[in-house]
């Protein structure tokens, strides 16, 4: 197969090229080159998208195209260049607003389109009307496509640092005796796909040239489950000390990612459904997830080994302060 990845010099995209050239694919990645080195075997089609495709990229004969993009304008102009490739288009969750309640592609509404560009890291909205207003250009423009929409992806080379938070801070409790704040409740639902599977499932949907549209997203589990296995896979055993949602958003504590952030923490029972899409969908149609404690472990070796590996979330200190607050005032009577 003659691969074109648009991207390919940071986390999904480039596990995407990698994963392909590992099959004996032809891989090209079109992209600055700005974000990151291309994977090794592929080859780098110099291209900023704000600009028209050069002909390296628009007149070669491409069998398949995946992109990551979420500038609408970016995407109508790719697709209307490679009309006749199959495209593997990688969205996103944030497409569907109603975040209180879980389903499938088939089920859940979307967003209205958004079809100019705007800032994508303004609101989970802005970037999720984008997103929707990309696929639209795909499933019109290509002559065939699959859209992929994932949940959290997680892994080594994550550059959001976002599951990153869990491995590290869980890795640190080696000895015994070790507290490590979990937020909510134990039996709040999360689900986290490992970026390396994602990228094979997306080789695996080009190959096929699988038509349809699919969340890309992994086991639904409870948070208190995910963090024993994370725990489990970088060899920790922590004392988890759950802290209550209400007090930690009066501590100004931000959900989900950014600093003063606790990663997979969302507020509940609003977001009761982000994070618990249907797998079955995706399984069926090829998807194959390798166990959490594994991406953990991965995970916190690739951030050992990566000077500026990206990790959000908590500092110690912080989290200590907000240990020794909640021990207070959950002491207190009524
Ligand atoms: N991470 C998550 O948990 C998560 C969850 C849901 C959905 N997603 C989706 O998953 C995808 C992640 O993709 P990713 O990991 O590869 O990261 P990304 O941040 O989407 O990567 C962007 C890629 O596009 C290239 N690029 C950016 N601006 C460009 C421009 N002007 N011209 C040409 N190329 C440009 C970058 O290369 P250069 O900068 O080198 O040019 C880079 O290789 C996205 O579609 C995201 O919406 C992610």
Redesign the pocket.
Known sequence: MRLLV???????????ARDAVGRGHQVA????????AVAAGTTHLP????NPGPASVTEERWDAVV????LPS?VRTAVAGMPDAHWVF?????VYPDTDVAGTPATLRLHEPRHTDGD?YESPEI?GQM?VACEQAVLRGAASATIV??????GPD???G?FTYWPWRLAQAHGAHVEVLAPGRPDDLVQIID?RDLASWIVDLAERRTAGVFD?VGEIVPLGDLLDRVAAGVGATPELTWVDQDFLQSRGVQPWAGPRSIPLWLPRPEHDGLVAHDPAPSMAAGLRLRPHAETARDTLAWLSSTPGGARTGLALEEEASLLQDWRVASSRPG
Do not use: E, H, M
Not at 90 to 94: F, M, P, R, Y
């Open positions: 648009l991207g390919g010099t940071q986390f999904l995209s480039r596990a995407v990645c079109a992209c600055r080159g700005v974000s990151g291209w900023d998208r704000t992109d990551v993009a979420r970016q990688v969205s996103t969750i944030n994508p970037y997103k929409r994932p949940g959290l992806v997680s994550d550059n959001t976002r970026v890309a």
